[in-house]
C-alpha cells in the first residue's frame, strides 16, 4: 500500500501535466489569435491552479515559475504588455520549464530552473513597454520532448457504480460454485474455486477502494459554512475537525451530506447560545464545535458535538405526549435515550415549535432517512446545558455487508450487522408477557422481544405479540436489533452463520415494499430475504399502536 | 429488449401441445395465408381459471418451470413471493389471485405440482406470471383481434390489462396488455401492505 503522501504527490503530478497540456494547447491558440480573452482567461485559471496546488503540496520552484507568468499574462490582459513575438518567447520557455519541473520532481539531480528564463520573466513583467533591455537567449533543456500520457484518469461514478453491481453478482456466483464444489468433492473444482474465490475477494476490494474519497472533502467545506451561519447569527463558534484522513465510499459520503449539513446548522442555530447566554452560565463566550471521523472495524463513525443548551428531555417528553407518540404513564418511565429518540419522529416538530422549546429536530427525520437507507445508524446523546453529541454510524461501502442469516418458517432472512447488538438464547421462562407485548430481561434491562413469526406471518386481525404461548420450543434465539436508541429482541427459529453478502435491491414492483431491504442469493442458490431493521420496527410498533386504539 | 427469446422447453409434454397450437393456428387461417402480406401476431397462451389468455410474444422473455419459490411475508397475496431465474430475482404473480379468477377444478390425471413461469419484460423490470399448464405458442393475423370490444365496459378485470378478443375456431383468446399489469394503483397498493 502506498503512503497517503505519495497518492497526493502522484494526483498533484498527474493534475499538473494535464495543466501542462491545456496551457500549451491554449498558448499555441493564443499566439495565432493574441486577442481572445477566453483562451486567456483560461491560460490565467490554469497558472493559477498550477500555483495553488504546487504551494500547498510545497513545490516552490514551480509555484514560483507559475507566479511569475501569471503575473504576465495579467499583464497581457489588460493590455500593458503587448503579446509580442519576443514576449511569446519568454513565455513558451517559461511553460517548457514548468513542464520540466514537474516531469522531475522527484529527481533530486534535476537543477535549478534556468536563471537566464527566470531573469527574462522578470523583464519583460517588469520592465513593460520599455523593450530597450534585451531578452537574453535561452539554452533549451531538450528540444526532442517526449509525449506522454497522463497517470490519472477520471472516471465517472456511474461507471464505477456499475462495476460494483458486477461485482456483487460475480461475488453471489462465486458463492454458488463454491458451494457445488463442495458437493461434488472434486479436487480440481475445488480448488479453481477457492482460487476464484481469492481472486473476486481482491476484485472486491480494489472496486471498494477506487471508490472511496477522504472524508475531508467533505469536513473541509464545513469551516466556511460554520463561519457563515455563526456570523448570520451573531454567535461564536470555534469548529474543531478530526479524522480528515478517513475514507469512505464516495456515494456514502454524497448521500450524508446534506444530513451533516443539517446538523451542524442546527447546532449553531438551536444548540449553541449566544456569547452573553454563555458567560451567564459560565461557559466561554465561543461554542466549541467538533466534527470528528473515525475508523470503526467495518464502519466509519462520524461524530458531531456541540458544548450548547443541549436536548431538554421534559419538553420533548412533553410534545411526544401530545403527539400521542407515547402514552402520558408510559413516558414517566422511558430511559433518556428512549426519550431523544422521538425527535426523529417526522413531523415531530416544525420549525417554529421547536425552536421555543428545545431548539431541535428540524427535519430530523429527513436527517434519519437518509441514513437508514444506507444502511447506516445515527444516536444522540444530550445533557441539559452540556450539549449534544451526534453519531453516526455508516458503512464503508454500500453493496456488500456483513449480516447474521437466520430463518423465520423456512424462509431465510439477514439482518446486517449494522444494526444488531448482540444474539442471545434464553429460556421460555426468561420471558414474560407484559401487556401486549413479550420482555426479557437482560442484564438489568428491560427489553421488548417480539416472535419473528407472529410479526411476519400471522393475519394482521388476530395477530397477538403478547402471548408466549405462540412461541415454538424451549430455548428461543433472539437477536437484539437497535435502532433510533431504542432496542427490540427478535425471536427467530434458526440461527445460521455471520456472512458477507451483497444486498441486492427489490426489483419493481416490490421495491415499495419498505420491510425487506432487498434481497441475497445463498451459496445454495437460495433467495434470503434481507429486513430492514427502521422499518420492521416501524411496523411492529405501527401493529402494536394499531391494537392499543382498537384499530384493526 | 427481449434479447433470449427462447423458450425454455419445459418438458416433454410441452412440444406436442405447443406444436399442435401452431398448427392450428396455421391450419384453421388458411384464408390469411392467401393475402401474404396480411400482419401476423404471435402470442403464447395460456390459462387461467378455465379461460383462455395470451400475451404477445415480444412481451414475454422466457417461458420455464416455476424454480423454488420464497414467499415474502406481508405482501399482497396475488405475490407468490421472488424467484431466482439466472441469477435474476423476480417477483412471482399469481394472476388468478390479481383477477379474482376461479381456479379450474383439478381434472383427474393432471394433478402435478409442476407449473409454469412466463417472464414477462416491461419496461424496466421483469415480473414471473405462475401458470398451471404449459402455455402455447400461436400465430394468427391481427385482424383476428377484437380491438375495442364495447362490452369492456362490463367487464369485472380491469379493462386496462385486457387489449383486445382474439376470436379463433370457436376458441376466444382473452389477450393481455402485460405492460399495464401493474398500474401506479397497484404499486401504491403493494406499499401499503
Known amino acids: ?552 | 429488449m427481449a434479447r433470449d427469446k427462447s423458450i425454455t422447453n419445459p418438458g416433454a409434454t410441452a412440444e406436442p401441445k405447443a406444436a399442435e397450437g401452431q398448427t392450428q393456428g396455421a391450419k384453421k387461417g388458411e384464408a390469411d395465408v392467401a393475402q401474404p402480406e396480411a400482419e401476423m401476431v404471435h402470442l403464447i397462451v395460456f390459462k387461467l381459471g378455465t379461460e383462455e389468455y395470451a400475451i404477445k410474444i415480444d412481451q414475454v422473455k422466457e417461458v420455464t418451470t416455476t424454480p423454488s419459490v420464497t414467499r415474502m411475508p406481508r405482501t399482497p397475496d396475488f405475490v407468490k413471493g421472488v424467484a431466482n431465474i439466472r441469477g435474476d430475482i423476480i417477483a412471482i404473480i399469481d394472476m388468478e389471485k390479481r383477477f379474482q379468477i376461479r381456479p379450474a377444478e383439478l381434472i383427474d390425471g393432471l394433478i402435478s405440482n409442476q407449473s409454469y413461469t412466463l417472464v414477462i419484460e416491461a419496461k424496466d423490470y421483469s415480473i414471473g406470471v405462475e401458470v398451471k399448464e404449459v402455455p402455447q405458442s400461436l400465430n394468427l393475423p391481427v385482424t383476428k383481434i377484437d380491438k375495442a370490444p364495447s362490452f369492456l365496459q362490463d367487464v369485472s378485470v380491469s379493462e386496462n390489462f385486457i387489449e383486445g378478443l382474439a376470436k379463433i375456431n370457436n376458441r376466444l383468446i382473452i389477450v393481455l396488455d402485460m405492460h399495464k399489469i401493474l398500474t401506479q394503483d397497484e404499486i401504491n397498493q403493494l406499499s401499503k401492505s
Do not use: W
Open chain 1, 1 to 552: 500500500m502506498k503512503s497517503r503522501e505519495q497518492e497526493y504527490k502522484e494526483i498533484f503530478i498527474a493534475e499538473a501535466l494535464e495543466y501542462f497540456d491545456a496551457l500549451n494547447r491554449h498558448i499555441s491558440t493564443l499566439e495565432k489569435q493574441p486577442e481572445d480573452e477566453q483562451t486567456l482567461a483560461e491560460i490565467f485559471r490554469l497558472l493559477h491552479n498550477l500555483k495553488a496546488n504546487s504551494k500547498a503540496i510545497g513545490y516552490l520552484q514551480i509555484s514560483d515559475i507559475s507566479h511569475k507568468l501569471e503575473t504576465a499574462f495579467s499583464l497581457i490582459r489588460s493590455k500593458e504588455l503587448v503579446f509580442s513575438d519576443e514576449v511569446v518567447t519568454v513565455l513558451f520557455d517559461g511553460i517548457d520549464m514548468l513542464g520540466e519541473l514537474i516531469h522531475n520532481v522527484d529527481n533530486p539531480k534535476f537543477s535549478e530552473p534556468d536563471p537566464i528564463l527566470l531573469r527574462n520573466l522578470d523583464i519583460i513583467v517588469e520592465n513593460l513597454s520599455e523593450s530597450t533591455i534585451e531578452l537574453a537567449k535561452v539554452q533549451k533543456y531538450n528540444t526532442s520532448k517526449n509525449l506522454s500520457l497522463s497517470e490519472l484518469v477520471y472516471i465517472q461514478i456511474k461507471k464505477l457504480d456499475h462495476m460494483m453491481n458486477l461485482v456483487g453478482e460475480l461475488m453471489i456466483d462465486r458463492d454458488r460454485i463454491i458451494s457445488i464444489s463442495r458437493e461434488l468433492g472434486n479436487d480440481d473444482l475445488k480448488s479453481v474455486s477457492s482460487h476464484l474465490y481469492r481472486i473476486t475477494e481482491d476484485l472486491q476490494y480494489s472496486v471498494m477502494d477506487a471508490r472511496l474519497v477522504n472524508i475531508g472533502s467533505l469536513f473541509n467545506k464545513f469551516p466556511r459554512i460554520v463561519r457563515d451561519i455563526a456570523a448570520a447569527e451573531n454567535k461564536e463558534v470555534n469548529l474543531s475537525l478530526s479524522g480528515q484522513d478517513i475514507q469512505i465510499d464516495r456515494n456514502i459520503l454524497q448521500i450524508i451530506t446534506d444530513s451533516l449539513l443539517h446538523l451542524v446548522r442546527n447546532a449553531i442555530t438551536h444548540g449553541i447560545e449566544k456569547p452573553e447566554e454563555r458567560e451567564k452560565k459560565g461557559k466561554k463566550a465561543a461554542g466549541e464545535l467538533r466534527l470528528s471521523a473515525q475508523s470503526d472495524r467495518d464502519n466509519v463513525l462520524i461524530t458531531l458535538q456541540d458544548d450548547g443548551r443541549g436536548i431538554d428531555m421534559k419538553t420533548v417528553m412533553k410534545k411526544a405526549v401530545e403527539r400521542q407518540l407515547v402514552a402520558a404513564e408510559v413516558a414517566k418511565d422511558l430511559a433518556d435515550n428512549e426519550v431523544l429518540s422521538f425527535i426523529f419522529e417526522p413531523g415531530f416538530s416544525t420549525a417554529k415549535e421547536i425552536t421555543e422549546f428545545s431548539g431541535r429536530g428540524v427535519g430530523l427525520d429527513v436527517v434519519k432517512n437518509a441514513i437508514d437507507s444506507i444502511g447506516g445508524r445515527i444516536t444522540v446523546d444530550s445533557e441539559k446545558g452540556k450539549g449534544t453529541t451526534f453519531i453516526l454510524q455508516l458503512p464503508t461501502s454500500i453493496a456488500v455487508k456483513g449480516a447474521l442469516l437466520f430463518e423465520v418458517d423456512n424462509i431465510y432472512y439477514a439482518i446486517p450487522l449494522i444494526h444488531t447488538d448482540q444474539v442471545v438464547a434464553l429460556d421460555r421462562d426468561e420471558l414474560h408477557e407484559v401487556g401486549d407485548v413479550i420482555v426479557a430481561n437482560l442484564k438489568g434491562e428491560t427489553i421488548t422481544v417480539v416472535y419473528l413469526n407472529e410479526l411476519l406471518n400471522a393475519p394482521e386481525a388476530n395477530m397477538n405479540l403478547g402471548d408466549k404461548t405462540r412461541l415454538n420450543g424451549q430455548v428461543q434465539n433472539i437477536i437484539i436489533v437497535s435502532y433510533n436508541n431504542r432496542k427490540l429482541g427478535l425471536i427467530v427459529d434458526k440461527l445460521y452463520r455471520q456472512q458477507d453478502i451483497v444486498v441486492k435491491p427489490l426489483s419493481k414492483p416490490l421495491q415499495q415494499i419498505d420491510i425487506y431491504g432487498g434481497v441475497t442469493l445463498l451459496g445454495t442458490g437460495r433467495v434470503c430475504l434481507v429486513l430492514d431493521v427502521p422499518a420492521i420496527t416501524r411496523y411492529f410498533i405501527n401493529m402494536r399502536q394499531g391494537r392499543g386504539d382498537g384499530k384493526e
